[in-house]
């Protein structure tokens, strides 16, 4: 990626999951991924593939966008 | 550990198993001359005949890369290049040192050396992401 197009990737997954009372496992279960895979997303050191995030989008139930993006 | 991964340990230690006993065998047959001497046409296929147990851990492998998540996946892709990178390092330097007079190793060491680095890369990997 050129570097001026270059974006850094913020969501809203913990606020958004704690909001619903689940636990990083209890989404990682809904997801089919390991519990450190939702950490790593939620502390911003995963950005998700695009399917992922779509899933992640529906579980939560907020279009992907309002979850993940550059100003959050 | 879930009834799966128990189930898949289990099916590794019985591929492990069956490799061992093959090479034990073979060994038998061609080391301690079990069976009285033998034809060289005879012997190549004892003396491979470990590999086929040893083969079944390939499908054992993709199946575990296909139960792993995508970050779990690039984790295990970077732990292979990484193995693969150092491991020819280390071939390469031992190599120039087999000039200057150490002993000869097998060839299979730089697959041990190679396994070995990459579960330690996987492993760095985990330690990081827990």
């Known amino acids: 990626v050129d570097p001026a197009l270059a974006v850094s990737v913020k969501n809203r997954v913990r606020e958004l999951r704690m909001a619903r009372g689940w636990s990083q496992i209890d989404l990682a279960a809904q997801l089919k991924v390991s519990r450190q895979t939702v950490n790593a997303i939620e502390n911003l050191r995963y950005d998700p593939s695009l399917p992922l995030a779509l899933v992640i989008a529906k579980l939560l139930g907020h279009p992907v966008e309002a979850i993940f993006g550059e100003d959050l | 550990v879930t009834p799966i991964a128990a189930s898949r340990w289990l099916k590794l230690a019985g591929i492990l198993a ?113």
């Open chain 2, 18 to 130: 069956a490799f061992a006993a093959a090479s034990v065998a073979s060994a038998s047959v061609l080391v301690l001359g079990v069976g009285g001497p033998l034809p060289m046409a005879a012997k190549v296929p004892i003396a491979l005949a470990p590999l086929l147990p040893a083969a079944l851990i390939v499908p054992w492998v993709i199946g575990n890369f296909r139960l792993m998540d995508e970050m779990q996946v690039r984790h295990q892709l970077e732990a292979i290049v990484v193995a693969a990178v150092v491991s020819a390092f280390l071939a390469m330097g031992y190599a120039l040192l087999e000039i200057a007079g150490f002993p000869r190793l097998p060839m299979s060491v730089v697959w041990c050396v190679m396994v070995g680095l990459w579960i330690c890369a996987v492993w760095i990997q985990r330690w990081r992401f827990r």
